[in-house]
């Protein structure tokens, strides 16, 4: 009998270009309109070709603290995972279970699309304004939680853009932990 590996084991935080990864999905922090923008969610779009802004347009939206699938176009991806993270407004709006939302979301889509890998960005801290020691202990507490009852996600990655957001994740992470 084998011993399933440990939660911390299928997750790693990286620093880099999201777009450059390969993984059954990879996320982008989308916009409710589902309409492309900048960041990693053009990122994503530039690097994945016009057909997965056309599959956005036939789905037409979707809410914040949720996900939508598309095609991954020519990523090194089967699907886009399109999860819309809450604009921050000071913290009393929900954002938080929002945000928790999204994360969680998005990997409920993994499973019932029948990945076992994903990679995401940190979902809200860009343009939305989401203080990035609460995003990123949020994120990471919400992955680990689903880890710990789903079996079939054998591999996490978060992608960080940038050393500050790294580190923050490296922190949240440590403080998870312990
Ligand atoms: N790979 C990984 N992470 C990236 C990349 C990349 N190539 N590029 C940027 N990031 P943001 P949000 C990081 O603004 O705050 C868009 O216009 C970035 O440094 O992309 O959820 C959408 O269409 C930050 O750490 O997303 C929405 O309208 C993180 O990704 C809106 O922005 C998220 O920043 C969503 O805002």
Redesign the pocket.
Known sequence: MTTPPRIHDRIELLQ??????KADALV????A????????????HG?GGPEILEECRRIGGCPTGKAVATTGGKLAARWVIH???P?WRGGGQEEAALLASAYRESLNLLVSLGGSSIAF??????????P?EEASVIALDTILRFLRREPRVTHVKM????ER?FHAYQRALKSLSE
């Not at 880099?16 to 990864?21: A, K």
């Not at 309109?33 to 994503?44: F, M, N, S, T």
């Open positions: 880099g270009d999201i777009t450059q990864i982008t922090a989308a916009n309109g589902l309409r492309g923008g900048g960041g990693v969610d053009g990122a994503i690097a999860a819309v993270g604009i960005p940190s979902i809200s801290t860009g343009v939305y304004g989401y990035l992608v960080l853009f940038g957001t």
